[in-house]
């Protein structure tokens, strides 16, 4: 039964480029994250006001840090795997509709950020630097979807994989049970035939006879 639950719990590696496309969006994802992060503390700094705009890019770029760090270890874990995928779907789409209210109303809080920074030579540079922030946010928006097919991918391989696995260790467990049992068989029949022989040496000299002819 031991054997049988190990053989039950075992995780067979999915398609390793699969997994390595992952590991490197998600990767991209990582450096994002911490880009929505710094977005998130800028806007804080230029408006002086925690609203849910602002408080919504460090919450995002929060989430996406710690998951994006975690999931360089699901390579055998197919439930976190999914787990993961999940709020990275999630993230996609509430980062997806950020940045299309970002995209439509980017003029808009570009001259927000000039009107709490003044006209001077380094608030111009500042804005071009907000209009940067606002473009990375748009990346790592199909760096999330991409990364999420190929996890996805990497996932269903990995399933696919350890189901052929399972069958093929539960096949050899079988093989192996139905030996050891033939074994005790034989092992039986001989000990009751050497109690027998005991019990009455006249078989033992019928055996030998037999044997000779």
């Not at 260790?169 to 139905?178: G, N, P, T, V």
């Not at 050891?180 to 092992?187: D, G, H, N």
């Amino acid at each position: 039964m031991k054997a049988i639950d190990n053989i039950r719990n075992s995780v067979k590696e999915g398609n390793s480029c699969l997994f390595l496309l992952f590991v490197v969006f998600n990767f991209l994802i990582f450096l994002s994250s911490l880009g929505i992060l710094g977005c998130g503390v800028y806007l804080f700094v230029i408006t002086k006001e925690a609203n849910t705009f602002n408080i919504s890019f460090l919450v995002t770029g929060a989430l996406m840090l710690l998951f994006s760090t975690l999931a360089f270890k699901l390579r055998k874990s197919v439930h976190l795997l999914c787990f993961y995928l999940l709020i990275l779907f999630i993230v996609f789409l509430f980062q997806l509709v950020i940045t299309i209210v970002m995209i439509i109303k980017k003029e808009a809080l570009v001259d927000l950020a000039k009107k709490y920074m003044g006209d001077s030579d380094k608030s111009i540079q500042e804005v071009e630097k907000f209009e940067e922030e606002i473009n990375t946010s748009v990346l790592s928006v199909s760096y999330a979807l991409i990364a999420f097919l190929f996890g996805y991918c990497y996932r269903s391989s990995t399933q696919s994989k350890t189901i052929k696995h399972r069958e093929n260790l539960m096949d050899k467990q079988r093989y192996s049970d139905q030996v050891k049992e033939c074994e005790k068989l034989v092992q039986l029949n001989n000990d009751k035939r050497v109690m027998y022989e005991q019990k009455y040496p006249e078989l033992a000299k019928h055996r030998k006879v037999n044997s000779v002819q």
